[in-house]
Nanobody, 121 residues
Framework: QVQPVESGGGSVQAGGSLRLSCAAS????????MGWFRQAPGKEREFAAG????????KYADSVKGRFTISRDNAKNTVDLQMDSLKPEDTAVYYC??????????????WGQGTQVTVSS
């Protein structure tokens, strides 16, 4: 089973920062691209950020570009999402996933429980 475990969410005021972490159970992620997705209340899940297996390339949704930074530590089997200058519209449940395709950001495996991020105005 591929089971991501997300952590680091919480409540923060607008303009604040949070750092999310993801540990993948059931797979060694060193050979895979990884991504973060989010689902806001009443909205569809959307891609937020992705990173290649080696960490040499990243991509971001326009809505988070310049504010979020994805990184990975293959030795620890983790991927992080640094979120700065948070806005109320960033409020969502955040999920990480293995990406079968970095280009298409196609997720692989099961979704985890996610971690809640709440940004107050």
């Amino acid at each position: 089973q591929v089971q991501p475990v997300e952590s680091g969410g919480g409540s923060v005021q607008a303009g604040g920062s949070l750092r999310l972490s993801c540990a993948a159970s059931g797979i060694i992620i060193s050979g895979w691209a990884m991504g973060w997705f989010r689902q806001a209340p009443g909205k569809e899940r959307e891609f937020a950020a992705g990173i290649t297996w080696s960490g040499d390339s990243t991509k971001y949704a326009d809505s988070v570009k310049g504010r979020f930074t994805i990184s990975r530590d293959n030795a620890k089997n983790t991927v992080d999402l640094q979120m700065d200058s948070l806005k109320p519209e960033d409020t969502a449940v955040y999920y990480c996933a293995v990406l079968r395709s970095f280009v298409s950001t196609t997720p692989f495996g099961s979704w985890g429980q996610g971690t809640q991020v709440t940004v107050s105005s």
